[in-house]
């Protein structure tokens, strides 16, 4: 037994350590959605803690894509201490219009909790610490993005219509469905956190063209080839990350570009954003 303990434990150690090196394995992925002609960014999770300047970096070479629109499906924070790199590394992107939803992780900061609850598929409770979401939201607006927690918003992209509805963060119940796109609009989107499907039921309904989510992180704890364990939501396995169906609607949910700060490993699921080609 003591010589077989040790060989056991090495490939558990060697499987941490990668997974905890493709952290900052960030990629961006593309595809293509039928409907008016635009480019939309999709970015989610970025969980930001002090020090993390290669997240910085990458989310600052978005902004060459020039996208005509950008979405943040939220949890942007994962720590207190996470806004000032939240702030430095999405200010790029401030320059294109916008708009956001929030998770449960802008509000509160981490809270330490049993991994094991995560793959059996137990909703974690929220911390009392609370992180500064409202400094958050007031960079966000001042540069023009759109808060549509629980609200709509309608505006042009040049000559496009747009609508967008969104709710907050349903995982933990604070979601308010805010009603059907408005009329005239081309380019109707649906956005919020986590993609539980009672909220995408409503959306789809109303004739919602795309909802645009996050949450899930892909799985982030996957198998071989990227095959999903849990999604920590309501969503099935095989629309936890990337595009799918969703009854008349097409549903996106982002793999995330980062982890909550207590469970700082990704396997066979790396960080990623989302260029969406409409058209």
């Not at 540069?143 to 709509?152: Q, S």
């Amino acid at each position: 037994m003591k010589k077989l303990l040790p060989a056991t434990l090495l490939p558990a150690a060697a499987l941490t350590a990668w997974g905890y090196s493709e952290l900052t394995n960030f990629q961006l992925k593309e595809v293509t959605v039928p409907g008016p002609t635009c480019t939309i960014l999709h970015i989610s999770d970025l969980h930001m803690l002090p020090g993390q300047k290669k997240k910085i970096e990458f989310v600052h070479s978005l902004a060459d894509l020039r996208p005509d629109l950008v979405i943040n499906t939220g949890d942007n924070l994962s720590d207190p201490k996470g806004l000032p790199g939240a702030i430095q590394a999405l200010t790029p992107l401030l320059q294109f219009p916008g708009a956001f939803c929030f998770g449960t992780n802008d509000y509160f900061g981490p809270r330490l909790v049993n991994p094991f609850g995560y793959l059996l598929g137990r909703k974690r409770k929220v911390s009392t610490r609370e992180n500064d979401w409202r400094s958050l939201r007031s960079v966000f607006v001042e540069h023009g993005w759109h808060d549509v927690n629980n609200a709509r918003a309608a505006f042009k992209l040049g000559d496009l219509k747009v609508s967008i509805g969104g709710v907050d963060d349903p995982h933990h119940d604070l979601d308010e469905y805010p009603g059907p796109p408005h009329d005239g609009a081309e380019l109707k989107l649906a956005v919020l956190h986590a993609p539980e499907p009672r909220v995408l039921d409503q959306f789809e309904a109303d004739g919602y063209q795309l909802a645009l989510c996050g949450h899930t992180h892909g799985g982030q704890i996957c198998l071989p080839g990227g095959h999903t364990i849990v999604t920590n939501c309501g969503i099935d396995r095989d629309r936890a990350k990337g595009l799918s169906n969703y009854g008349s609607m097409r549903l996106h949910v982002s793999q995330g570009l980062g982890t909550a700060k207590f469970a700082p490993v990704r396997l066979w699921c790396p960080p990623a954003a989302t260029l969406i080609h409409m058209g």
